[in-house]
């Protein structure tokens, strides 16, 4: 079946410095990905729509000079954290579907932690 | 906007007992509707999704839920829970014609051999 490749799946880092985290489709090809973050004991929250070789939808309230998305391939998103400081210490999610209204495929996620 | 409610944020049941996870949503136009389970230190897998047709889904591991349109519900039930069903469940929706999902809270599942 269709996989959602992410990696790195943990990562620290120390404050101030920016962090990339890439999801890749690995056998099929999505114009469109989604990243999402998961906060202690509460759902995922929509970051993101990433659109392939256009720019990316933020959600209201998300920071789109923090967290930078770059689509650049029908396989490939990525999320860049800058600047980052330990409020940004969340579990990233990405996810991504065949074709439109197919059920999304999830990665493993990442575990970001700022110290 | 749309909106996923679940009620049930943490849910105990021994083995063999029945399990109803609710889940309502809100949102004027069609939708299409998802039950994923997390179980600890995996991903999100799909359990059963509904886009039309017959409101009463069938998904793996026994579960079925059943849309209610004139409820907004979607609720997740299985007849006989197993210890291997511990996880946290998620019911998702996104509106017809785009892939934008949108999550309920999620419920937590403890099964009690």
């Known amino acids: 079946g269709a996989v959602v490749s992410q990696h790195p799946s943990r990562v620290i880092c120390k404050s101030g410095t920016s962090v990339k985290i890439e999801c890749r489709s690995l056998?099929?090809?999505?114009?469109?990905m989604f990243w999402y973050r998961q906060f202690p004991k509460k759902s995922l929250m929509l970051m993101a729509t990433?659109?392939?070789?256009?720019?990316?939808?933020?959600e209201q309230g998300v920071e789109k000079d923090k967290f930078l998305i770059n689509h650049a391939s029908l396989t490939l998103s990525t999320l860049t954290v800058t600047s980052a400081h330990p409020e940004d210490s969340s579990f990233y999610i990405c996810?991504?579907?065949?074709?439109?209204?197919?059920?999304?495929?999830f990665g493993n996620g990442t575990r970001l932690t700022v110290t | 906007a749309q909106s996923v409610s679940q009620h049930n944020h943490h849910v105990i049941l021994s083995e063999a007992a029945s399990l109803e996870l609710g889940c309502n949503y809100s949102?004027?136009?069609?939708?299409?509707l998802f039950w994923y389970v997390q179980y600890p230190g995996q991903h999100l897998q799909l359990l059963l999704k509904?886009?039309?047709?017959?409101?009463l889904v069938k998904g793996i591991k026994g579960f079925e839920a059943e849309f209610i349109k004139s409820k907004f519900s979607f609720n997740l039930r299985k007849p006989s829970v197993q210890w291997s069903d511990t996880a946290e469940y998620f019911c998702?929706?996104?509106?017809?014609?785009?892939?934008?999902?949108?999550f309920g809270t999620g419920t937590r599942l403890q099964v009690f051999p």
């Open positions: 056998d099929f090809q999505a114009t469109t």
């Open positions: 996810s991504a579907s065949q074709q439109t209204e197919s059920p999304l495929h």
């Open positions: 949102y004027g136009g069609t939708v299409n």
């Open positions: 509904y886009f039309s047709g017959d409101p």
């Open positions: 990433s659109n392939e070789g256009s720019k990316a939808t933020y």
């Open positions: 998702a929706v996104n509106a017809r014609n785009t892939d934008k999902l949108i």
